[in-house]
């Protein structure tokens, strides 16, 4: 009828990129895990299944030997107790660091990424000093052979996080505009793995032997 309102039409649905509507790849799912958090925990347990298998190979190796371990093995378990000390304290200042980068604080967070890299050195420092003063090599036994291949790798992993938070300090340093929080938040789940692991290792190796 002329003149008669007529009903309003549905607004159109929210246009995307060059007008058309936005695709589920656009939209925000509420509870959906972040890839890089499914990421982390898929690599990290790989990581732990590695190194499940050396401890399983220790633990084989110590059933099938009478004497365990050899005679001529004699660990620093004072010393090597402090590098631990050490590489626990670093897990502390990375936490820092992790909430330096929370708050936006660039410079915060280049100081304890820094603090817990050099704890890091002090720790493969003291194992390299230990290395240079055993009695025994990885061919000597089969003590020899676990305890280099354990120790050796994890020292590698520590390493490694030492790179890895040399890497994130250079995109702080250099004023990036790339949001600092995602690599960190990853050096940390990996540098605190890294931690548990040895301190298990080290009640393993120096401790309950």
Do not use: K
Request: net charge neutral; proline share 7%.
């Amino acid at each position: 009828m002329p003149g008669a309102p007529t009903a309003a039409s549905p607004a159109p649905a929210a246009a995307g990129a060059g007008g058309l509507p936005p695709t589920g790849r656009d939209r925000t799912v509420p509870g959906r895990p972040s890839i890089l958090g499914v990421g982390v925990v898929v690599w990290l347990s790989s990581e732990l299944m590695f190194f499940a298998g050396l401890f399983g190979a220790y633990f084989t190796l110590r059933s099938e030997n009478a004497v365990w371990p050899p005679d001529d093995v004699h660990l620093d378990v004072a010393r090597t107790a402090a590098a631990t000390a050490v590489l626990v304290a670093s897990s502390f200042t990375m936490h820092l660091g992790v909430r330096a980068a929370e708050g936006g604080d660039r410079r915060g967070l280049v100081r304890w990424l820094g603090v817990t890299a050099a704890l890091g050195a002090v720790f493969l420092a003291n194992q390299l000093l230990e290395y240079s003063e055993l009695e025994f090599s990885i061919s000597t036994h089969a003590y020899g052979s676990t305890f280099y291949l354990m120790t050796g790798f994890h020292g590698l992993h520590v390493l490694g996080g030492i790179l890895f938070m040399l890497g994130v300090i250079g995109l702080v340093a250099e004023r990036s505009q790339a949001p600092p929080g995602p690599p960190v938040a990853v050096c940390a789940y990996y540098w605190h793995f890294v931690d548990v692991v040895w301190v298990v290792m080290f009640a393993t190796i120096y401790l309950v032997r």
